[in-house]
């Protein structure tokens, strides 16, 4: 008997174990423990609307990158891993930053105030499918800007989430934060702060409750 019980007892930590391992690999890209990697801020798709403050050269070889760099440098304020909650996050705006660099400034500026809803999530997931991953393993976050608007003083951006070891999408979701202060640069910052903000207090319990924590 005192064998039999033993082997009873093994069995059953055998079992606890393997159902350990088995949560821990099903949880949510959501869960504070999965890793997650910021890619910054894609402007390949977004129009500027109605705002004649800065030149589309200037938008391109300065505003833009400038504004994914404050939102990385000043971290106590864009802090996305406060408001994802991940005790593992980190940083490669590498992707994003070659992809900027080859927009066509002739195309960035609109005066047609639709530009600000022409996206779909069907479209983020073709333009997904042009990141080479390469090297990158896990979960990323790649904000698509759609559109920087002085007519409605808001930004408007595709919050998406990608596993990056298959390409395949996990989440995306549009998103508008407020415009506010000086200059180009921080006026349309602000809309991602405003953003970060939102899924903070509201968008992450959400997020966790349909895809898992």
């Known amino acids: 008997m005192k064998r ?3 082997v009873i007892y ?3 930590l055998l079992i606890m174990a393997n159902f350990t391992v088995s949560a821990q690999n099903q949880s949510g890209p959501f869960a504070k423990d999965v890793p997650i990697l910021y890619l910054g801020i894609d402007f390949t798709q977004v129009k500027v609307i109605n705002d004649a403050s800065a030149t589309p050269s200037d938008i391109k070889n300065r505003y833009f990158a400038g504004i994914n760099l404050v939102v990385i440098s000043e971290v106590k304020k864009y802090d996305w891993q406060k408001a994802l909650d991940k005790s593992n ?3 490669d705006l590498g992707i994003v930053t070659a992809r900027n660099e080859k927009i066509d400034e002739t195309k960035i500026s609109s005066n047609n105030t639709a530009d600000e809803t022409r996206l779909k999530p069907g479209d983020i ?6 990141y080479d991953f390469s090297g990158k393993k896990g979960i990323g976050l790649v904000l698509f800007m759609e559109s920087l608007s002085k007519s409605s003083e808001n930004g408007t951006m595709w919050v998406t989430f990608v596993n990056m070891d ?3 999408m996990i989440l995306t979701e549009k ?3 407020k415009a506010m202060g000086f200059g180009f640069r921080n006026y349309y910052a602000y809309t991602v702060y405003k953003v970060i903000q939102d899924i903070k207090k509201n968008k992450l319990s959400e997020w966790r409750s349909k895809y898992g924590s």
Do not use: F
């Open 166 to 168: 298959t390409q395949k």
């Open 10 to 12: 093994a069995l059953l």
């Open 125 to 130: 997931e073709n333009l997904l499918q042009q």
């Open 4 to 6: 039999t019980a033993q």
């Open 89 to 91: 996050y980190s940083i």
């Open 175 to 177: 998103m508008t934060g």
